[in-house]
Each structure stands twice: as structure tokens, then as C-alpha cells.
């Protein structure tokens, strides 16, 4: 089991260009953490397109218990009310990382109780002609639609599940672990393998510190080291 923080991965890649980059600069920091989350999200669509691929269990991220609520099922509610409604998340449902199923990377969607299956995870457009064959009228599917995770049976046996527990590899992982726990901060676990690290600091040291050697003057008149500072301004935000 790795065990990385943010932080780590901020202070090492600083660390490679200490004589270029102001470590008083919370730009930087920000900077950072953009380059970090942006070339993870990248490294792992390109891996998960790959035939025969597997779920590095460093990866997953698992967002607790989520409460499901009734919606109307058409667009033009409250104005408009055709009485037929949807089981839907009662929050948005970070991303996760893009599939070519159409389905995302999620690796659970189930009840929160662990004594049940998960639920069938399809596309939209496939949930909604799920479950007219002679044996799975009772069956639950997952689709997930504008951030929002939907259950549907044809039975409608889906309304039973007030709680859901959703696990998954998520683009955003500092989103996604905050739903879990509010006060997650940087020097909490980040979801990544060493694999994933080595790839990225080599990609973001090539690729993306040329272009940063120019940054702004750091007025402050002191000689410490603020990035734990700055990084605890940024998490408040």
C-alpha cells in the first residue's frame, strides 16, 4: 500500500528546481498541485484504454455513504409536473476518470449495506431499456447523468435504497476525498502509485518548469520557507 501526500509531491518536485522557483510563492504551490492533478488524470485515461486493464487499488477512492432523493423525471419542473419521478444522489458525483463504455471508472455502486449486490453500472441511454427481459425486472442500475448518480428497475424496486456507497477513480481526487471527509487537506493520503509518481514528476520537470523559470519578485523580508503556509491558505479556499 502506498502511502503519498500532496504535500510530498509538491515539496519533491519543488525541490528538483529550488534554484529557479520561489518556494515563498503560493502561486507556485497552486501551480503545482494543477500540474500534478492534470498529468494524473491523463497517465490514467491512457492506461484505462489499454485491453485487459486493471484497477491499481492505490487508485480508488471511496466517497462513504450517499443519500439518494426523488426528482422529477423531465426538465421542465417545477413548472411543469408529469408525476413521474427519478431516484437520484442528492449531490454532484466528482468525475471519474473517462471509460470507452461510456460508464467511468467507477469500481462500486452499490447499497451502503454490504449484505446486497452492487448495482449494473450502464450509459444513460442504455439504463433507460434495462430490465424488460424475464429475469432482471427486479435488478437496479446505475447511469450517471450531468454529475448526478440515478438509480432505475424496472420494478422500481430501486426506491427501497435510500443509501448508496460510491467507490471509483475520480479526476479530481481532492474533490472527491473532501466529500468523504471535509477536512482532508494535502498532507492527508493522495490516491497514486509509484508508477504514477515517477511518470509525473519526469512529464512535469520536462514539460511544464521551462516554461515557469521567470516568476513573480517574493517581497517578503524574511529567508523561511512559507510553503506550508501558503498551502494552508489554499486548502481553506
Given at each position: 500500500m502506498v502511502t503519498t501526500s500532496l504535500n510530498q509531491l509538491v515539496y519533491e518536485?519543488?525541490?528538483?528546481?529550488?534554484?529557479?522557483?520561489?518556494?515563498?510563492?503560493?502561486?507556485?504551490?497552486?501551480?503545482?498541485?494543477?500540474?500534478?492533478?492534470?498529468?494524473?488524470?491523463?497517465?490514467?485515461?491512457?492506461?484505462?484504454?489499454?485491453?485487459?486493464?486493471?484497477?491499481d487499488n492505490n487508485l480508488i477512492q471511496d466517497l462513504g455513504v450517499i443519500t439518494m432523493g426523488k426528482v422529477e423525471s423531465n426538465d421542465l419542473s417545477p413548472v411543469v409536473s408529469t408525476g413521474e419521478y427519478m431516484w437520484r444522489s442528492t449531490i454532484e458525483i466528482p468525475p471519474t476518470i473517462d471509460s470507452d463504455d461510456g460508464t467511468g471508472t467507477f469500481?462500486?455502486?452499490?447499497?451502503?449495506?454490504?449484505?446486497?449486490?452492487?448495482?449494473?453500472?450502464?450509459?444513460?441511454?442504455?439504463?433507460?431499456?434495462?430490465?424488460?427481459?424475464?429475469?432482471?425486472?427486479?435488478?437496479?442500475?446505475?447511469?450517471?447523468?450531468?454529475n448526478y448518480i440515478y438509480l432505475t428497475s424496472r420494478s422500481g424496486f430501486h426506491f427501497n435504497h435510500q443509501y448508496i456507497n460510491v467507490r471509483g477513480v475520480f479526476q479530481d481526487p481532492i474533490a472527491a476525498a473532501r466529500i468523504l471527509d471535509s477536512t482532508w487537506d494535502y498532507d492527508d493520503d493522495y490516491p497514486i502509485n509509484k508508477t504514477l509518481i515517477d511518470d509525473l514528476k519526469a512529464a512535469i520537470v520536462k514539460e511544464k518548469f521551462p516554461t515557469t523559470l521567470v516568476q513573480p519578485e517574493d517581497n517578503t523580508d524574511d529567508a523561511a520557507d512559507n510553503i506550508e503556509t501558503a498551502n494552508a491558505k489554499l486548502q481553506k479556499g
Open positions: 518536485l519543488l525541490e528538483n528546481r529550488r534554484g529557479d522557483l520561489k518556494d515563498t510563492d503560493p502561486v507556485t504551490v497552486r501551480l503545482v498541485v494543477d500540474w500534478i492533478q492534470s498529468r494524473r488524470s491523463q497517465f490514467l485515461k491512457r492506461q484505462f484504454g489499454k485491453p485487459m486493464r486493471s484497477i469500481t462500486r455502486i452499490g447499497p451502503a449495506t454490504k449484505l446486497h449486490s452492487d448495482y449494473k453500472i450502464l450509459p444513460y441511454e442504455k439504463a433507460l431499456s434495462y430490465g424488460y427481459g424475464k429475469f432482471n425486472r427486479h435488478a437496479i442500475c446505475a447511469f450517471v447523468l450531468g
